[in-house]
């Protein structure tokens, strides 16, 4: 209670409120592009975010994700090319609803149930945090060392198709999390005489570089998208009936983007597929789906916008990215020397009373900018694509030398960009390199601690409550989700 | 733009009107540089980058300089070493040194390290304390020693090479004990480790802990300091404990090498001076900060037997081979 009330003054007396609205702006245009995802919109920000207020910065980051989710269903149902990934079950309605010239209505729809979406996000984010922050003094270097070790773990439910290839990501970002002085000695490592690599690898660079700039190369050698026909460019609001109807399939999408946003690596693309499907499942007209069905426009856009809240909150109770677009925001908090995790709800109360007011707000002005924007992604979509990316480039690379006035820095970034793109040609997925550069040197640190604590008695990690239950539920993680990965091969060679 | 210009043009005008209006009579063009830039390897907020804003708050008047904080971050103080001993010497340029400076120098061994810059004048010394949670059943150093002879003891300091875990591994050879000494990622790491009873005791500057002090969650056991401090007389230093042990933290400036010793005559005045003014004072006794002014001949000898001490030190541990 005092959260809200505290939360809602610093709507009043800080610039939050503004930082929520350019961000709702600044993602709906990114989210409108095809290829630039909601992670990339915020990567692009992310230097900028530098000298800022820290609570204002992280706000406009937080907000970028909410905009994007809901722009990136504008060129899914306007030219059928989704402009996030999920907004791909958008488009299986969607689409065909423009088709039959319900296109603005088919808009409404999306907005009306992403700030829906967006509010009971809010709530379950809020109401999972605080109980998971009672545990921020418990946290010993044991403890650290098995939150590490969960966080890896994830990297099981999210390897994609491939576990080894996701594995190999995971084990490349843990060498890159070597780099620089070592966390109990002091000696450098891996630094070949560079004084510039001495503080490490700065995961806002890998990010940077693995998601924007490589997907900015793959575009490159891409032909342009579809042109959108301005007619379409008014939103229709749904009436009484239409939004009685609605209830259902936005129920499925919240339920579906609540639990699906809490688990590190599930993400908005499954949430929205998953609901998609759940809601034709449960519909009294499910023959309507594909062909033009309001719900299953409903469905998917709020579970993804209920994911864009509830995503923080692993990032927020123990500092582990369960998203690319988490694992952004990450980098905005680190950018700050706000770490997230229990240590963050002791020391900045504020700043996540900040981001709670900040994501309020994000929602309301998600109503008047959704539409308002519309126009300006119509004009976007429609420019010259070229232009539009040399112009996206310009934007990283000024926004990362802004950082540290480094060049070297923006090597570093180039170099993480062509990384990304051979990796993604092969194949491996991106998410797991971050896990292991954020929390590499966490797993190494604390594991070292631990041991000279014990004077080198690995008990030491069985007699701390706290870690054994998260060893515990990490070996959970891993061996349910390579569980699944068996039984559905098991399953593809039967049929 | 061009109202957003001018208006910017007149503040500028103001700024600079005021500044020469409140110099000192004879301090007006007594400087070389109308812009003095002052570097350090802290991030804005950071402890060196608070220290010269303050200090250039207060000395730019008095100067009739402009001057200017560049936060050159990145690899531990190595780039802002760089960038102020390739600075041209004329006294337009001057780094915030403190002993990381010298680690950074001594144990990544950049291209430029201390030896290559200037000492120009120290200003002040930061005090390192020993602090226990409220709720520890330690009194004095003693009882800390007391479980640490029976090789239990858990001692911590912020970061690995630092003044704070040398001092700890010579208080441990000073009573004779073995305790696990751990380094963390920063203060706040380690002020948790403390609060949560991981840790017997902690090393820092008694400013990084204020606030849990003031809370009543951590406590102080004893001062790192030659004598007790002006701000904390009740607590004793560890000489007085019993361990024969005593380090300091400087924070002082160093200009390029071959800096001319009229450019240092007038800092070393323009810093005595600036430690004795009263609102000052005020600032940084609140921050507990001990003024400790020291002209270049007696700093620069400071420099280089802390550099001699805290290499002989990593040799010993094992650091450097």
Same mark, same amino acid.
């Given at each position: 209670m005092e959260t809200v009330v505290d939360g809602l003054r610093m709507l009043v007396t800080t610039p939050i409120a503004l930082a929520a609205a350019a961000g709702v702006a600044w993602g709906i245009l990114g989210g409108a592009l095809p290829g630039i995802s909601p992670s990339i919109s915020m990567a692009l920000l992310l230097p900028f975010t530098y000298g800022m207020e820290p609570r204002s910065a992280i706000v406009l980051l937080a907000a970028t994700y909410v905009g994007a989710e809901y722009g990136g269903s504008i060129p899914a149902i306007l030219i059928r090319t989704p402009g996030t990934n999920a907004a791909a079950a958008t488009l299986l309605d969607g689409y065909p609803m423009k088709l039959a010239g319900r296109g603005g209505e088919a808009l409404g729809i999306s907005l009306y149930s992403g700030v829906l979406g967006g509010f009971v996000g809010l709530l379950v984010l809020m109401a999972l945090t605080r109980p998971l922050a009672e545990l921020a003094l418990r946290f010993t270097p044991m403890s650290y060392f098995a939150l590490g070790v969960l966080g890896l773990g994830v990297i099981a439910s999210l /390897?994609?198709?491939?576990?080894?290839?996701?594995? /190999? /990501?995971?084990?490349?970002?843990?060498?890159? /999390?070597?780099?620089?002085?070592?966390?109990?000695s002091g000696v450098p490592r891996f630094t070949f005489g560079q004084p510039d690599l001495l503080d490490g690898v700065a995961p806002i660079l890998v990010m940077v570089g693995l998601f924007a700039v490589s997907e900015l190369f793959l575009q490159a050698g891409q032909g342009a998208w579809q042109k959108a026909s301005s007619e379409s460019a008014r939103i229709r609001w749904p009436g009484t009936r239409l939004r009685r109807r609605l209830v259902k399939p936005q129920l499925i999408g919240s339920v579906v983007g609540a639990v699906e946003g809490v688990i590190p690596g599930a993400g908005g693309t499954i949430a929205s597929f998953l609901s998609y499907n759940e809601a034709r499942r449960w519909s009294r007209a499910p023959e309507e789906f594909g062909r033009g069905s309001p719900e299953g426009v409903a469905a998917p856009e709020t579970a993804n916008n209920t994911v864009a809240a509830t995503a923080l909150v692993p990032l927020l109770s123990f500092g582990i990215p369960g998203s690319n677009s988490a694992a952004i925001l990450l980098g905005g908090f680190l950018v700050h020397g706000l770490i997230p995790g229990p240590r963050l709800f002791e020391e900045n109360a504020d700043a996540i009373t900040g981001l709670y007011a900040g994501l309020f707000a994000a929602n309301v002005s998600l109503i008047v900018i959704g539409g308002a924007a519309l126009p300006v992604c119509l004009w976007l979509v429609n420019r010259s694509k070229p232009v539009l990316m040399a112009f996206i480039y310009a934007l990283i690379l000024s926004g990362i030398y802004s950082i540290n006035g480094s060049l070297f820095d923006l090597g570093l970034t180039l170099a993480a960009g062509m990384a990304g793109v051979v990796m993604r040609v092969l194949g491996f997925p991106l998410l797991p390199v971050v896990l292991g550069v954020?929390?590499?040197?966490?797993?190494e640190s604390n594991y070292r601690r631990a041991l000279l604590l014990s004077g080198g008695d690995h008990a030491i990690f069985l007699e701390d409550p706290v870690a054994v239950v998260l060893l515990s539920i990490a070996a959970l993680v891993v061996v349910g989700s390579v569980g699944t990965r068996f039984r559905s091969r098991r399953k593809e060679a039967h049929a | 733009m061009n109202r957003v210009r001018a208006i910017l043009g007149i503040l500028a005008a103001l700024a600079t009107g005021c500044a020469a209006g409140d110099a000192p009579p004879g301090a007006e063009g007594g400087y070389p540089h109308a812009i003095v830039t002052l570097v350090t390897h802290s991030s804005p907020g950071g402890g060196?980058?608070?220290f010269l804003r303050?200090? !250039?708050?207060?000395?730019?008047p008095r100067m009739g300089v402009d001057f200017v904080v560049e936060n050159v971050t990145g690899g531990g103080g190595a780039r802002a070493m760089s960038r102020v001993a390739n600075a041209p010497p004329d006294g337009s340029v001057f780094y915030a040194a403190t002993p990381s400076f010298i680690f950074t120098s001594l144990m990544s061994r950049p291209a430029n390290t201390y030896a290559d810059l200037d000492p120009i004048v120290n200003v002040f010394l930061d005090?390192?304390?020993?602090?226990?949670? !409220?709720?520890?059943?330690?009194?004095?150093?003693?009882? *800390?020693?007391?479980? !640490?002879?029976?090789?239990?003891?858990?001692?911590?300091?912020?970061?690995?090479?630092?003044?704070?875990?040398?001092?700890? =591994?010579?208080?441990?050879?000073?009573?004779? *004990? =073995?305790? @696990?000494?751990? $380094?963390?990622?920063?203060?706040?790491d380690l002020i948790l480790n403390v609060l949560n009873g991981t840790l017997d005791i902690g090393v820092g500057e008694a400013q990084e802990i204020r606030g849990q002090l003031d809370a009543e969650r951590l406590r102080l056991l004893a001062v790192f300091s030659e004598a007790r401090l002006p701000g904390l007389p009740e607590v004793p230093t560890v000489g007085e404990s019993g361990y024969d042990v005593a380090v300091t933290k400087f924070r002082g400036l160093m200009g390029p090498p071959n800096t001319p010793p009229d450019i240092v005559e007038t800092w070393e005045g323009a810093v005595r001076d600036l430690l004795e003014d009263p609102?000052?004072?005020?600032?940084?006794?609140? @921050?507990?900060? $001990?003024?400790?002014?020291?002209?270049?001949?007696?700093?620069?000898?400071?420099?280089?037997a802390f550099a001699a001490d805290t290499e002989a030190f990593l040799r010993e541990s094992g650091v450097l081979d």
């Open positions: /390897a994609g198709p491939s576990l080894l290839k996701g594995l /190999a /990501a995971g084990l490349l970002g843990l060498m890159v /999390a070597t780099i620089g002085s070592d966390p109990v954020v929390l590499g040197s966490l797993v | 060196s980058d608070v303050e200090m !250039a708050r207060r000395l730019g005090q390192e304390v020993v602090y226990t949670r !409220a709720e520890s059943g330690f009194e004095t150093l003693a009882d *800390v020693m007391r479980i !640490a002879r029976t090789g239990a003891g858990r001692w911590g300091a912020a970061s690995p090479g630092s003044l704070e875990r040398q001092a700890l =591994e010579r208080l441990a050879r000073a009573a004779d *004990v =073995e305790a @696990a000494i751990i $380094s963390h990622d920063g203060g706040g609102e000052y004072r005020e600032v940084y006794s609140g @921050a507990m900060l $001990s003024p400790a002014f020291m002209p270049r001949p007696e700093f620069a000898r400071f420099i280089e």
